[in-house]
């Protein structure tokens, strides 16, 4: 269900070790995507299936074209894969666009943007920069982007663009392993982040319109959150992506009723059954029923598998992804989701 087949159209090289891969949709569409999303694509690998997500770079409305930014990972085995054996015209197969480290829409009008970025978590962070800036060209937008050295700057040439664009997009670049000693060591703390912040914003209604994306290594995020958080930010006015998918320490669900729930499932395939035996995830039951849903993480920390209930009720081990807004709007997640009642889930409503 839902999954694509996309041809690399074009591959150029961003930093010794980052390529970015153009794609295009086999059927000739252009896919549908919000920009900070990510593709997750399905890989064979000596006969078992391995799943890895890459964020979208690009812009929709922005670039024309669709492309993914894919940085080496030493003991990524896909990521090698990609970088070393991947060429012009390859087919892949992905699932549709998802990921909700995004530019809200309804956080409404004049916001101020702080975006922490470390190595690749450059990816989505500049695709949303680009989003914010080509509908709203005077909103102050402020980067800090922070990198080992000169030459592994992902994107360069069109973040100096950006800057000689848009007088209201501030730049700062911290190398914390410059390859001259003109440059001094920079790497990002936490006072650093107070006084980045503190300096742009200046009294209360500008700390209520502050909002920050955080992209990078789960040191660097965490850092940068504790610290605006201690410095009375709230948690709503902070996004962050997951890109390193933490250990899920099991727990069985709560559900007093143990007997099996029956499952339907509405997509735009047709329709789908099948039963949930206790304490199984609604995702496993359906792999064992043969009925393929989306999925990237399967720790609750991604939202590919999210989709809407409208029956019934989910019990959700694990959710770091889903807000009580996605939740009020009846999201759940199947990869930690357990049905304590027969459900409907609805994959042809917009998540
Ligand atoms: S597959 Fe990532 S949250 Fe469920």
């Known amino acids: 269900m839902q999954e694509i087949k996309v041809r690399i159209s074009k591959i150029v090289d961003e930093t010794p070790d980052t390529r970015s891969f153009y794609l295009e949709q086999l059927d000739g569409k252009s896919l549908d995507y919000v920009a900070g999303q990510f593709l997750t694509f399905i890989f064979s690998v000596n006969g078992r299936e391995v799943r890895r997500s890459y964020s979208i770079g690009s812009t929709p409305g922005y670039e024309n074209e669709l492309f993914i930014t894919v940085k080496r990972k030493e003991n990524g ?20 666009p998802s990921g909700k480290f995004i530019n809200e829409s309804d956080w409404g009008n004049n916001l101020q943007y702080f975006f922490f970025a470390a190595g690749s978590g450059i990816v989505p962070v500049y695709g949303i920069i680009k989003s914010i800036l080509h509908k709203n060209p005077n909103a102050p937008i402020f980067l800090l982007n922070q990198t080992t050295s000169e030459q592994d700057i992902i994107y360069k040439d069109g973040l100096s663009r950006l800057q000689n664009k848009y007088v209201n997009f501030e730049y700062q670049l ?99 059954e099948f039963e949930v035996q206790y304490p199984e995830t609604i995702l496993h039951a359906g792999k064992i029923a043969k009925v393929s849903l989306p999925f990237s993480c399967s720790a609750g920390q991604c939202s590919t598998c999210a989709v809407v209930c409208t029956s019934g009720e989910v019990v959700m081990t694990k959710n770091d992804i889903l807000t009580d807004k996605d939740l009020t709007n009846g999201l759940v997640l199947t990869c930690t989701g357990h049905p304590a009642t027969d459900i409907v889930l609805d994959y042809t409503l917009k998540n």
Request: hydrophobic share 35%; charged share 30%.
């Open 77 to 96: 085995e896909i990521s090698r894969k990609m970088l070393d054996h991947f060429k012009e015209g390859d087919i892949l197969t992905c699932l549709l």
């Open 174 to 272: 911290f190398l914390s392993r410059p390859s001259t000693k003109s440059i001094s060591v920079q790497r990002l703390n936490n006072l650093q982040v107070e006084k980045l912040v503190n300096d742009r914003v200046h009294n209360k209604e500008e700390r209520e319109n502050a909002r920050f994306y955080v992209c990078g290594p789960t040191t660097f995020m965490r850092m940068v959150r504790f610290t605006l958080r201690l410095d009375g930010f709230r948690e709503e006015q902070i996004k962050q992506e997951q890109f390193v998918i933490q250990e899920n320490n099991y727990s069985a669900p709560l559900i007093v009723d143990k007997n099996n729930k029956h499952v339907k499932i509405l997509a735009k395939e047709g329709i789908f």
